[in-house]
C-alpha cells in the first residue's frame, strides 16, 4: 500500500542549478519525511516537516507541505555532484505509532 | 552517531534454503524494520518490532518470518528461499514514536541472490 509518489521519476540536472521533487500522498498525515539514498547504501534521514508546518529548511534543503492538496516538495539549491542519489518522502500510517510508508524515490542526478 | 550494521552487505543462497539476516542497532531504539526494496517499487515493510519478543507484519510478511530476542538484534528469516526473494534487504531502527513519528536510521543493506 503505496502512501506517496514521487514525481519525476528521475531527474538529471547541470551542477549549480535547483532540483526540485514533488511527492503525493493520499490520506491524511501526522508528519512526513525525506530520505536520501546513495547508491548500493541505506536511506539517511534528510528532514521531517509536520502536518502543522508549511515550510522548513536545513542547509541547502527546503521542504513544503500542502496539507489541503496532500502534496510536498524537495528543493535542493546550488546542487553538487554529491547531491546525485535518490530522494525518497516517507508519511506515516494512521493504523501504526511508529510505520511509515515510503514513496517509489526521484533518481537525481548531477551533470558536471 | 546511531549505527545500525547488517551482517553480510552480499549473499547467494540456493532455493529452498534457510536464509538468515541479521540486524544490529547500538542506540538503544525500541524499533526495528525489515523492508525490501526493489526497482520502481521503493520500499515495502516486511515486519517490524517494537519491543522484544514483540512483532507486526508490515505489507508483504509472505514466506519471512522475523526474531527479536534481544533489543539490540532483529533477525529476518526467509523459512524457504525461492528466486523471487532475491532483492536488496533494508534493515532500519527508531526510538519510540512519542507525539510524533521518529526518523529511521538505516543499515547499508543487504543484497541477496536466490540461485
Known amino acids: 500500500s503505496q502512501q506517496g509518489e514521487e514525481d519525476p521519476q528521475a531527474l538529471s540536472i547541470q551542477e549549480g542549478e535547483n532540483a526540485t521533487m514533488n511527492c503525493s500522498y493520499k490520506t491524511s498525515i501526522n508528519n512526513l519525511q525525506w530520505y536520501r539514498q546513495n547508491s548500493g547504501r541505506g536511506l539517511v534521514h534528510l528532514i521531517l516537516i509536520r502536518s502543522n508546518e508549511r515550510e522548513k529548511h536545513s542547509g541547502r534543503l527546503r521542504v513544503t507541505l500542502d496539507t489541503s492538496k496532500k502534496s510536498s516538495s524537495l528543493l535542493i539549491t546550488a546542487s553538487r555532484a554529491a547531491d546525485t542519489a535518490s530522494y525518497f518522502c516517507?508519511?506515516?500510517?494512521?493504523?501504526?505509532?511508529?510505520?511509515?510508508?515510503f514513496g517509489s524515490g526521484t533518481r537525481l542526478s548531477i551533470r558536471p | 552517531d546511531v549505527k545500525v550494521t547488517q551482517s553480510s552487505r552480499y549473499l547467494v543462497k540456493r532455493t529452498g534454503e534457510k536464509v538468515f539476516l541479521e540486524c544490529v542497532q547500538d542506540?538503544?531504539?525500541?524499533?526495528m524494520f525489515w523492508y525490501r526494496q526493489d526497482p520502481g517499487l521503493g520500499l515495502r515493510l516486511i515486519y517490524f518490532s517494537y519491543d522484544v519478543k514483540m512483532k507486526e507484519k508490515g505489507d508483504i510478511p509472505e514466506g519471512y518470518s522475523v526474531s527479536r530476542e534481544k533489543k539490540e538484534r532483529f533477525s529476518l528469516i526467509l523459512e524457504s528461499a525461492s528466486t523471487n526473494q532475491t532483492s536488496m534487504y533494508l534493515c532500519?531502527?527508531?526510538?519510540?514514536?512519542?507525539?510524533?513519528?521518529?526518523?529511521?536510521?538505516f543499515g547499508d543493506g543487504t543484497r541477496l541472490s536466490i540461485l
Open positions: 532500519a531502527s527508531s526510538p519510540l514514536a512519542g507525539t510524533g513519528k521518529q526518523p529511521q536510521h
Open positions: 516517507a508519511t506515516d500510517a494512521w493504523s501504526s505509532a511508529s510505520k511509515i510508508i
Open positions: 542506540m538503544d531504539h525500541e524499533n
